[in-house]
Structure formats: C-alpha cells, structure tokens
C-alpha cells in the first residue's frame, strides 16, 4: 500500500492506526539518502566466539512495515524491497529467509517535485498493491483535528480490533469470493485498454489485473457480500492501476491518470 501525498497531512499517522488497530509486529523505516540495502534486509555478521557468520535481520522482518518517506531513498536502496514485496522473502549472501505472516508494506512518500526525492523504479511501483492520496481535509475535519489533539493524540487510545489468526483467515475468505466470468472478462477488458490508451506511453501490468481482481474480492467482503458485483470493480480500479501507469506528457505520479481510469471506465459497457 502507497499512500501519496504533500507532507503533513497525516500519511504516517495513517500508517502507524493501522498498524496498531492490527495488533501486529510493527517496524518503521525511515528512508533517507544514505540508507543502505543492508539497514533494510539485515547483514551476516562474523562472531569470534563461534568463529562463524550470524545473519542480524533488518527492520524488514517484521509483519506491518512503514516504510516512511520511501522515495528519499536511492533507487538502489528501494530495490531491496522488490524480493519481499512479491515473493515474501529476502536473500543474503545466497541463503533465504522467508517474511512473517501476515506481511504488509506501507509506504509514505512525497510528491515527485519535491527537494530530495528520488523516482521508484517502474518495477516497484508494480508491487504496490493500492495508491491512495489523502489530501488537505476540508475546514470543518481540521478544526475537529486540533480539538482532537489538544490534550493528547488519538492514536494514544487506539486498541487492537483483530488478531492475526483472523487477518490470515479473512485473507483466506477473500480469495473465495465468488466472481462471474463476465466480470472478470471486464476486469481484463479495462486493464487491455490501459495498454492501448494514446496517452499513455506504459499501460498496467498483469499484476495489476491480478490486484484489480483481489480488490474487488476484497471490497465485497467489507460489504459482506460472497459475490463480485460491477460497482467492486468500477470503485477500486483507480487506486489499483493509476500508479501502474505512466502517461506520455507528465511521466510517473501525474494527477490526471486517475481520471484517465475513471474514463477508460465510462468507455467500456458494464457486464449486465
């Protein structure tokens, strides 16, 4: 999960909720210039008393992890995410360590244009399952925040509200919501013609097709439905290909390719 946005409206706040509510192992990353893969994975460490190497795992290994203000990062150090975000593990030194269960990554990065940032590799941005921007809330949210906040935060009282067996098991029950042939055919029809848009110079991926398909899953469980309907996939294919895409005038992160979805969308007949 991406959470894109200026800074100070909350995206770590958002990343630490939902970390606590989930009552899972949390660890945060703070990515800066000088960050090495080693300080993200861990390193083999030679101990003198057993004359041997000892692997000394990351803040990687863990279950939910901020990875905060990623794009500060070189592009070699956010590299060494792309093994565990698809494959839930990492390699050192030729040995593999597989990611705890479950395992979510949320990372918080500033617009492109800002001072010090770097692009994500196109390949990373891949594997991010959602995007989501949160932006400035309106006047009446914010004078509600300083209200909120006057004595002490919020996250202070947040509790946990699921334990991680049940994670695992909604996990489970998701992938067994029931979608029609012609629903995926549409999901596969909006993905196709992303490929095919004039405006854009890359279109989504077939991982993307795949991300489409689990949201849309996903979304009808939080309705408490065991079925698909159109609107699952027409509500969560922009957080799920717009960062996939790059368009031909504005590159990476341009605002318009969410509208663009959302015309791509209008453009295809729903299935009845």
């Keep these: 999960m991406m959470v894109e946005d200026v800074p ?76 565990c975000m698809e494959e839930r593990q990492v390699t050192v030194d030729g040995v593999t360590y597989k990611m705890l269960r479950p395992f979510l990554v949320i990372a918080t990065q500033n617009p492109i244009e800002y001072e010090g940032t770097f692009p994500l590799p196109e390949s990373q941005l891949d594997r991010f399952f959602i995007r989501v921007n949160l932006g400035y809330p309106d006047e009446e949210a ?43 055919e549409y999901v596969v029809k909006i993905v196709q013609q992303t490929r ?7 279109g989504a991926s077939p991982r993307g ?4 398909f689990r949201a849309a899953q996903a979304r009808a469980v939080v309705e408490d439905r065991d079925f698909v309907i159109p609107d699952d996939i ?11 895409m790059i368009s ?12 663009l979805v959302e015309k791509i969308l209008d453009d295809i007949p729903v299935p009845a």
């Design 248 to 259: 031909k005038t504005d590159g990476l992160f341009s605002p318009g390719l969410e509208k």
């Design 8 to 83: 100070g409206v909350g995206k770590t706040m958002l990343a630490r909720a939902i970390a606590k509510s989930l009552g899972c192992e949390f660890s945060r990353i703070q990515f800066t210039p000088d960050l090495l893969p080693s300080d993200i994975i861990g390193v083999n460490i030679f101990n003198q008393k057993t004359r041997d190497f000892e692997f000394k795992p990351g803040p990687i290994h863990s279950q939910i992890i901020l990875a905060d203000e990623i794009n500060r990062a070189t592009p070699k150090t956010q590299s060494a995410l792309l093994e």
């Design 196 to 202: 095919k848009n004039e405006n854009l110079f890359l």
């Design 209 to 212: 097709s795949l991300a489409l």
């Design 234 to 244: 027409k509500s969560m294919a922009p957080y799920t290909l717009a960062h996939r």
């Design 142 to 184: 914010e004078g509600e925040i300083l209200i909120r906040q006057q004595l002490r935060h919020p996250i202070d009282d947040l509790k946990q509200v699921v334990t991680v067996e049940e994670i695992l098991e909604m996990q489970k029950k998701t992938r067994g919501i029931f979608m029609e042939d012609s629903l995926r």
